[in-house]
């Protein structure tokens, strides 16, 4: 069993920082890949920033060049760094990986969700 677990959010005022880590935990072969969506009431969940299985990070149109994405798989960590926080990035936040526990196979897990609430 694989439980993804997120720390860091909480309320800033536009503007500010946040720093949210995410850590694999359990039966983990390999990390395939990691990332960040998130979720505003009344939306739909959309990805954030990931990093593919390739190696290289995406973002979305509305988060680059404020928001980071980092990694470090030999920890099964994913972080996400973001600055000059605005009232519409307001949401849930899920880590979400693609975690092998044999050699053969992956499955895909979510974060529990941790909220990020930027006040204007």
């Known amino acids: 069993q694989v439980q993804l677990v997120e720390s860091g959010g909480g ?3 536009a503007g500010g920082s946040l720093r949210l880590s995410c850590v694999a935990s359990g039966s983990v072969f390999r990390v395939n890949y990691m990332g960040w969506y998130r979720q505003a ?3 739909e969940r959309e990805p954030v920033a990931r990093f593919f299985s390739g190696g290289s990070a995406n973002y979305a ?9 980092s990694r470090d798989y030999a920890k099964k960590t ?3 760094q973001m600055n000059s926080l605005k ?3 307001t949401a849930v936040y899920y880590c979400n990986a693609g975690i092998s526990d044999d050699p053969y196979s992956f499955d895909e897990y979510w974060g529990q969700g941790i909220q990020v609430t930027v006040s204007s």
Request: hydrophobic share 35%; no cysteine; net charge negative.
């Open 41 to 43: 009431p009344g939306n």
């Open 61 to 69: 149109d509305s988060v680059r060049g404020r928001f980071t994405i």
């Open 78 to 80: 994913v972080s996400l």
């Open 87 to 89: 009232p519409e990035d």
């Open 11 to 13: 309320l800033v005022q």
